[in-house]
């Protein structure tokens, strides 16, 4: 028998029916690093443009919400020139989405703890959020010093606080007043989760608000992850059956 090559099949996605919202675990930059003998800090360099190609092609495809994990409030565990490198790639993007919202008519928000940031940065923030106000393009949530458990706390130290205020009543708290306390407020669901890296595990990203999504995972690092990875993660989102708890 010849030798049989199989020819690259390639992934059928059906554009007219994507998930709302995706999320993204931006894992695997350290060992993509490391793979080439580079310093850590150069695989976060790698993904962070990873993160530029793949929202920008999420935005031509008309996804609606694209919601990224950047940076977790356990991340602060690792070295300080880790962190600091981090910091420095998230004011370069900042500084460069802005451009780039105001030509594409894109939102950009932030989910998690703001206040760890240096000041100036913090600033720009508040900027994207001020310019998403105009327009109704694509919706970006960068994750960043986001912890899952960490939002659910502050939302009940925030609802507390309102019903000591009087201005709501314990008995009255639901799934979807609490939801309103998130940072994803106002923000449907995720309807599919992405974890390159090859690890299977959640690590605090969006607890509430994946309570059924629909996960896939893939051992590509994330800098390597393309168009055809996406197109293959949106596929199996398209071949699963969703039941919500029902038949
Ligand atoms: C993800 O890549 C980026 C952050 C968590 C900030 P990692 O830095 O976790 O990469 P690995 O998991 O060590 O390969
Ligand atoms: C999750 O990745 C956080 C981000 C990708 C920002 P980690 O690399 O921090 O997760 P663990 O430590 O492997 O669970
Ligand atoms: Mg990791």
């Known amino acids: 028998m ?22 993204i675990i931006m894992d695997g930059n350290g060992r993509w690093a490391k793979r080439r003998g580079l310093p850590r800090t150069a695989g976060h360099a790698a993904g962070a443009e990873t993160f530029r190609s793949i929202a920008t092609y999420c935005q031509t495809i008309g996804l609606e919400y694209l919601t990224v994990y950047a940076f ?42 703001l206040e760890a940031l240096p000041p100036e940065l913090r600033q720009l923030t508040v900027r994207t959020d001020d310019i998403s106000t105009r327009y109704d393009g694509m919706q970006v949530n960068v994750c960043f010093n986001y912890g899952g458990r960490d939002e659910i706390v502050r939302a009940a130290k925030t609802f507390a606080a309102d019903c000591q205020a009087g201005k709501h009543r314990p008995e009255e708290l639901t799934e979807a007043l609490l939801s309103g306390y998130l940072y994803s407020a106002g923000i449907p669901d995720p309807d599919l989760v992405i974890r ?50 029902g038949v």
């Open 2 to 23: 010849g030798i049989f090559k199989p020819r690259k099949r390639q992934v059928q996605v059906d554009f007219d029916h994507l998930p709302r919202h995706v999320a």
């Open 72 to 113: 977790s409030t356990e991340n602060w565990k690792r070295p300080a020139e880790e962190v600091s490198s981090i910091i420095g790639l998230l004011k370069k993007y900042l500084l460069e989405s802005i451009e780039k919202m105001e030509r594409d008519k894109i939102r950009l928000h932030f989910f998690g703890d």
């Open 196 to 245: 390159p890296s090859g690890e299977v595990r959640i690590s605090n990203f969006l607890l509430w608000q994946s309570a059924y999504a629909e996960f896939y995972y893939t051992d590509v690092l994330w800098p390597d992850f393309d168009q055809e990875e996406l197109h293959k993660a949106l596929a199996a989102y398209q071949s699963r059956s969703r039941r919500f708890g």
